[in-house]
């Protein structure tokens, strides 16, 4: 029997850097990304299948009755939601499966797969944060100070999560999220099958 | 406050090449590995503090006495046991230590240091142990079987470990477990006191 792939929720204060970590994982680790679904126009340069699935309004409502998504969630105007084929269908080829994905979700997700990885990724302090979102030079002082107002909230969240890694330098952040999928995928409650056929595999030769 | 160190305990069968495995992560990663106290005689070439502290049956009776051995046990006319004060120096110091141990020694600590890592490392199944055993060629046929027999027992015992790592690949194997390390760092459970002045940090940013 197949062993079936990992189910791993990567959240993060926007500004963090989990976007990149996350791009970084699937490019040097070959994780399989779910794309998620969304309502909203795409933005210049934006490709259907690649950043977002995009929807009609009717058709968002249509895969959310049609039980279609794992999670969804509506942000100002916008609907935005994880399909369930592609999750289950890498999952039961035993692949792992990134979806990254905000707070709310997240608790969603950890509901329906309890043995999903909840990783919180974060700066190690606030003041870390702002310079990063002031240095994208791309935002407005207002733009800002609604990511960090945003985060503000996020942190009281993240509680929610199994795991905590610090992106203080890029690499080693990607490194560390890599381990923390691969090491976890050792716990013994993810083996009881192997550990099953090696105790049988063992008891038999103390027969002979 | 320094953060401690973490608790590893690896086991594994005689033949896994478990040895291998504690030494090339010492070496490659930087582990502080604790040293057993022992009463049997050095073998050709053992070193004194290098591959045991060589004690006196008098001289183990009262490091017992006076509480200066986390876990201790007697196996045929030899007694063998962790020497405390290195384990908890060293996780005082914030480096993680290893505990190359037996499988009793390994519950023993457990239940000492609930938090500490047990990690089982095995060959696939039970033909590969034996042909690495055989191949060895350095033991005596009985030698062989007592050693099976031996990890026929253990087998029964690998329940009460955290973490289960296939030694197939030495080097895959070497870095999996030091990701079950790596990535057992990020447990939000051991990044309590962080989560708590993250959180500070960011309900202070509430009230500006």
Redesign the interface.
Known sequence: MKKKGQLIVISGFSGAGKGTVVKSLVEKYGYSLSISATTRAPRPGEVDGKDYYFKTEAEFRNLIDYNGLIEWAQYVDNYYGTPRKFVEDELAAGRDVILEIEVQGATIIKKQYPDADL?FI?TK??ETLKERLAGRGSETQEQVEKR??R??EE??M??K??????NDDLNTCID?V???????K???ER?ED??KD??E??????EV
Chains 1, 2 share one sequence.
Do not use: M, P, W
């Open positions: 990783i974060t302090d606030v960090i107002r985060a503000v942190a009281e993240i509680d999560y199994d795991y905590i890694v610090i560390t890599h381990s923390v999928i691969l090491g976890g050792c716990k013994k083996n192997f550990l090696l105790q595999n063992f008891s038999r030769i103390r």
